[in-house]
């Protein structure tokens, strides 16, 4: 059995909703199951969003560094 990575997720990401192949014609490309490239593509998306919301967060705390509104108090937060 052949191991996908998330290289192959995005490669059949692309070619489904940037190029429009059907999901069988990646699938025979790919030599796996339609609904196997039907999971890859789902879990990519999910992925790419998570990423996103990370990246956010961490431009959140940039700024949160960057204004000095860190709180002095440790116990702030307590």
């Known amino acids: 059995m052949r ?8 490669i059949a990401y692309i070619l489904n909703r940037e190029m429009g192949y059907t999901q069988n014609a990646i699938a025979k490309l790919m030599g796996v199951s339609q609904g196997t490239v039907s ?3 789902k879990e990519f998306e ?3 969003k998570i990423r996103n919301l990370q ?6 705390r940039a700024i949160i560094e ?5 709180p002095q108090n440790e116990d702030y937060f307590c």
């Open 3 to 10: 191991r996908l990575t998330i290289k192959h997720s995005a």
């Open 39 to 41: 999971n890859m593509i």
């Open 46 to 48: 999910f992925q790419t």
């Open 55 to 60: 990246k956010d967060l961490d431009d959140a």
């Open 66 to 70: 960057k204004q000095n509104l860190l």
